[in-house]
């Protein structure tokens, strides 16, 4: 009988591609990892692995063995899920993850309303990058957690992993006002269409810009909207806080692409803000087969929710 450790690590192995990155994610040692992959062989009489260098590749068997994994290990969060509906009430620990945005503007709320109507439900929310967050959730590091994509850097699909959508905001183009235009008091310009956004992108390719930090989506969202504009961005400072980015702007030193919940506060006189045809989308991710589980469902309609008005049913049900 294979053991069910075994193919979550072959398939976390698949995910990371090398022992050492399976080992840290799990809080193993690469000897272990190694150990118990060398069991998992033996139980299923064929190789699962050939060494590359310094990587595994998985043969052919294994990567089938993967896609059993993948389908067992739904099986388990479903029937988990069961068990959790048969008990009375909501208790225990809920490890959700969580980008900035969102955390400031849609979590506290979501967690007043879960604990009012579960308050044996212990929720305990970690900042996590989306681009994190399917290995956090494969590893089991989180239960549940807030993802975004953008029309520039959609998300692919993750296997063992499912989302539900949650909301959609708009995306502005932040620049230093000009002091002799005046300023609206509330920055809700007209779209920009698909065929002008590139030329009011344009309009400040020569000028530094502001992006999040390498690595993020919100980098790369910035980098290839550029692109696609037909230039590509000289970035001069690097920012993940957007706030922070919106002082930077205020301040002259570049222009930069926010979201509408990155905009705190009244609007700040000396930022212009041009609304884009574009979108950030985001989601509520957890296993698969988890979808079922109360606490996972409680948290979801807590952060459904907790959408601000402005916001409130660009989500979708489901």
């Known amino acids: 009988m294979l ?6 690590l072959l ?16 809080a193993f040692s690469p000897s272990a990892v190694s150990q118990q992959l060398a069991v998992l062989e033996r139980e299923a009489g064929l190789p699962l692995l050939e060494r590359t260098g310094r990587r595994v590749r998985l043969t052919p068997a294994a990567q089938n063995l993967v896609r059993h994994a993948e389908a067992v290990l739904e099986r388990l969060e479903r029937a988990d899920a069961d068990l959790a509906e048969a008990r009375s009430g909501l208790a225990g620990v809920l490890r959700v993850g969580s980008f900035p945005t969102a955390t400031r503007a849609i979590v506290p709320a979501a967690l ?41 850097v959609p998300a692919p699909p993750e296997p063992g992993l499912a989302t539900r959508p949650l909301y959609e905001e708009a995306m502005y183009l932040a620049a230093p006002a000009v002091p002799a235009v005046p300023h609206p008091a509330v920055p809700h310009p007209a779209a920009a269409t698909g065929a002008d956004q590139g030329a009011v992108l344009r309009t400040h390719q020569d000028e530094p810009w502001i992006t999040a930090t390498p690595g993020t989506l919100c ?95 660009t989500g979708g049900g489901g």
Not at 280 to 300: D, E
């Open 11 to 26: 398939r976390e192995l698949a995910r990371r591609g090398t022992i050492a990155a399976v080992a840290e994610a799990l």
């Open 112 to 152: 007043v309303h879960l604990a009012r109507r579960h308050p044996g439900l212990e929720p305990r929310v970690r900042e996590t990058d989306p681009a994190a967050v399917a290995h956090a959730l494969r590893a089991g590091d989180l239960d549940v957690a807030l993802v975004h994509e953008y029309d520039f």
């Open 3 to 8: 053991d069910v450790r075994r193919l979550r």
């Open 219 to 313: 980098h790369a969202m910035t980098v290839r909207a550029c692109q696609a504009a037909g230039f590509t961005p000289r970035i001069r400072h690097q920012v993940d806080e957007f706030d922070t980015v919106l002082a930077l702007v205020a301040a002259g030193q570049g222009v930069a692409v926010v979201p509408q919940l990155g905009m705190t506060g009244p609007p700040d006189p000396a930022v212009a803000l041009t609304r884009l045809h574009m979108e950030r989308r985001t989601k509520v991710a957890f296993r698969s087969g988890a979808a079922a589980h109360p606490a996972v469902a409680a948290l979801t309609a807590a952060l459904r929710a907790s959408v601000p008005p402005d916001l409130a049913g």
